[in-house]
């Protein structure tokens, strides 16, 4: 357990030493120069920090590649994104901290269109000390590679806390808490999910066709607190690594996972959940019961606390070094090196897929959103089939695929079955996918039958 409060030059290091960064170049400040955080922004780069004077900014803002967003006193900086889109967009290397993050547009439930209050995307950024709230979803990740979550308050987002899609971020020391639907999706992803508190969502954890690590977190108040799409059987190479863990209070523990070395069901006695005080009471179970690994020490050297106050980060805010973002490029070899020639689409890691590979990006929006219902392979034999009031459609019937145009299968994945008088069980998918990417996965579905519209 800590016994100690880390210092904030020692938090710096402890950032710097997971991703190290340039030293700063220039400091623009905000509104003593710069009359708006954009303007500034528009100015800044690489290794400069944009530092905002506490105030309300009603601005939708985009972080450039290796810049910094720093609010001068923690959560004092409100930025308000309208209602409309993503309030922050981080460009690779980019970094935001210390502001409340809220009001981003609400469009989207899965996929690439998804709206929220911090947006990352074909890179990796730092997100650290903020409180993101009241938005569609807190964080979002969409091919990023090794993005750093870190001490942020995301909570009383109406769907996801934490939204992943082709990503290998670490989320470390959140308290993810009070979001509607989710408080991590993961989709295609490898996330490293490490001391949070994550509670009050329908799901806490969600995983589908990832391979997510937990450890060392607390788990409370779900319906369910962790759930694997894929049933045990399915599971080769996307099993959960789970490990070091409470779960206290929900409905189930677990969905096609089992308990994990070290996971553990007792009242993790918090100072004050009520008020948002995650801090564990003297004699908690949770303490010195994280993962004994020494990565994950708390900094005095002693075991990891488990839950949001334990670990390499516990004891002070991570703050990201001043004057620019506390991740490295996506080129920095974390990601999963690309399939060699000759591979199925979308082999080798999902943050390779390139949003211009259409038949790629038709696979994987084919896995995330089709396959639960008619199977990886087409086959109708998804996971989720018999609990339909219908027989999911055989995508490898190439008698019956033969028989429907590109526009009725265009139709059906954008309106739902119902639009040509098939079940409603096939749910529309225009608000999740562009008509773009509707288009490539018929595509996709003309690969798996291994034919065209040859008449009715």
Request: with cysteine.
């Amino acid at each position: 357990m800590v016994h100690s409060v880390m210092t904030r030059a020692a938090v710096f290091a402890a950032a710097a030493l997971l991703f190290p960064m340039a030293a700063p170049a220039a400091e623009l400040r905000v509104p003593s120069g710069f009359k708006t955080i954009s303007a500034a922004l528009e100015k800044a780069a690489p290794g400069d920090t944009v530092m905002v004077a506490p105030g309300e900014y009603r601005e939708r803002l985009t972080v450039p590649a290796g810049a910094g967003l720093t609010c001068e006193i923690p959560e004092k900086c409100a930025l308000d994104g309208g209602g409309t889109g993503a309030v922050v967009t981080l460009r690779d290397g980019a970094s935001l901290d210390g502001f409340t993050v809220r009001n981003s547009g609400k469009a989207g439930f899965s996929g690439t269109k998804m709206e929220g209050g911090a947006r990352i995307e074909n890179g990796a950024a730092t997100v650290t000390n903020n409180r993101i709230t009241g938005n569609n979803a807190g964080v979002i990740l969409i091919q990023s590679g090794r993005s750093l979550i870190a001490r942020n308050r995301i909570e009383g987002n109406s769907r996801y806390g934490i939204y992943l899609l082709y990503s290998k971020p670490e989320i470390r020391n959140n308290t993810i808490t009070g979001n509607k639907d989710k408080g991590i999706y993961s989709g295609y992803s490898e996330p490293l999910a490490a001391n949070n508190v994550i509670s009050g969502s329908d799901t806490l954890v969600f995983s589908e066709v990832s391979v997510v690590t937990l450890t060392g977190n607390i788990l409370t108040r779900g319906a369910n607190a962790i759930q694997i799409a894929e049933f045990p059987k399915d599971q080769q190479g996307v099993a959960p690594v789970i490990s070091h863990n409470l779960l206290w209070n929900n409905a189930m523990n677990y969905i096609n996972a089992t308990a994990g070395e070290g996971d553990i069901a007792a009242d993790p006695m918090f100072v004050n959940e009520a008020k948002g005080d995650y801090t564990l009471k003297p004699g908690s179970p949770a303490r010195d019961a994280g993962n004994p690994g020494k990565t994950f020490h708390d900094p005095d050297g002693s075991r990891a606390d488990m839950g949001a106050h334990g670990g390499p980060l516990a004891g002070a805010p991570a703050l990201a070094p001043q004057g620019g973002g506390a991740a490295p490029s996506a080129k920095a070899g974390w990601l999963t090196p690309a399939a060699p020639k000759g591979e199925e689409p979308g082999a080798g890691g999902w943050d390779t897929v390139s949003m211009k590979d259409e038949l790629k990006m038709a696979r994987a929006n084919y896995l995330l959103h089709c396959s639960s219902c008619h199977g990886e392979k087409g086959d109708g034999e998804g996971q989720a089939a018999e609990a339909l009031s219908a027989p999911p459609r055989d995508h490898t019937d190439t008698s019956y695929m033969s028989t429907r145009t590109d526009d009725e299968l265009f139709t059906v994945i954008s309106e739902g079955g119902t639009a040509l008088d098939f079940d409603e069980s096939m749910p529309p998918h225009k608000t999740v996918m562009t008509e773009a990417e509707a288009r490539g996965l018929v595509k996709y579905l003309r690969k798996l039958c291994a034919c065209q519209f040859t008449g009715k």
